[in-house]
């Protein structure tokens, strides 16, 4: 029969060699990690691109994580708020809000090409005879949304910049011609329905694969181009402890090098740290500019 200090040593060693074997898990972290992707895509691409993140990031993390694609952006930063969200990927003028209300900070940003920026355009259908934006006075066209940093802000911005416009986009293009969507697909849809001459939009839906389908695209031209746009960031919520916070970013970096497919799927680009000031700094300009208006 073995003695009780040889079983006291057994026991120490198994428990030092299951330290080492499972992950360092924050305590404040839950059981399952939440995150949400902002619906700005194809909803069957989202889906696809939904499975294979869950699975993916949860084996990063070392434990389930739910991927959930809120119908908008306001519920992501309200999830980050309440604690009911972990991660959510949101664009750079839903980060500035995201952080006036204390909501969440900035764990990633997107670099694209290497680059921390993009371009916003105005596109309309290929056989229109517009050069600029200057072109399209008087006529209906379409933002993403009120809320979108290429789709609105940022146009919005250099309209006013280019004396095209003095306080909103009417000065330009006319009582009711101005269309508000739900999205970057939403305002191109607009366009190639023949309900608007324009859409602004960024870059990337208009010039990569994973918002348009070969057909549409074909229909499509750029008209005009602003920026620079800061590209989206993933953020994280305030309710976490620092130690989750490093848990999290670890494990993010870690699906960001091993899955380079999925995750320019996902989230356009690779992910990478950046001071989150000098980031979103075009953002809150715009921002004044457009709260200017409202005053």
Same mark, same amino acid.
């Given at each position: 029969?073995? !003695? ?44 696809? @691109? ?49 952080? &006036? ?26 056989? &229109? ?36 416009? !003095? ?29 608007? @001459? ?42 976490? !402890? ?54």
């Amino acid at each position: 029969m073995r !003695s009780a200090p040889f079983f006291k040593t057994f026991l120490s060693l198994a428990f030092v060699l299951f330290a080492v074997v499972l992950p360092a898990f924050s305590e404040d972290l839950a059981p399952e990690v939440v995150v949400a992707l902002k619906p700005d895509k194809d909803p069957d691409k989202m889906f696809s @691109e939904r499975t294979a993140l869950a699975e993916a990031l949860g084996a990063a993390i070392g434990r389930p994580v739910k991927v959930i694609i809120p119908l908008s952006s306001a519920v992501i930063v309200e999830g980050l708020s309440n604690g009911s969200i972990d991660l959510g990927y949101l664009s750079a003028t839903d980060m500035v809000n995201a952080r &006036k209300t204390n909501a969440a900070d900035v764990l990633l940003v997107g670099e694209i090409d290497g680059e921390r920026h993009y371009e916003s355009l105005w596109i309309a259908l290929a056989d &229109k005879p517009y050069k600029s934006i200057a072109d399209l006075r008087d006529k209906p066209i379409a933002f993403a949304s009120r809320t979108s940093t290429s789709g609105y802000l940022i146009p919005l911005l250099d309209l006013k910049n280019a004396g095209l416009i !003095s306080t909103k986009p009417e000065d330009l293009f006319g009582q009711g011609n101005v269309w508000y969507g739900t999205g970057y697909m939403s305002a191109v849809e607009r366009v190639l329905a023949g309900e608007a @001459e324009a859409a602004a939009v960024s870059d990337y839906v208009f010039e990569k694969d994973k918002h348009l389908k070969p057909e549409q695209k074909a229909r499509l031209k750029a008209v005009d181009t602003q920026g620079p746009v800061p590209t989206h960031v993933l953020a994280i919520s305030k309710r976490l !402890s620092p130690g989750a916070r490093q848990q999290l970013l670890k494990a993010v970096q870690d699906f960001s090098e091993k899955n380079p497919t999925l995750r320019d799927a996902v989230f356009t680009s690779r992910l990478a740290e950046c001071d989150a000031d000098s980031h979103l700094l075009p953002v809150v300009n715009a921002l004044n500019f457009v709260q200017g208006q409202q005053n």
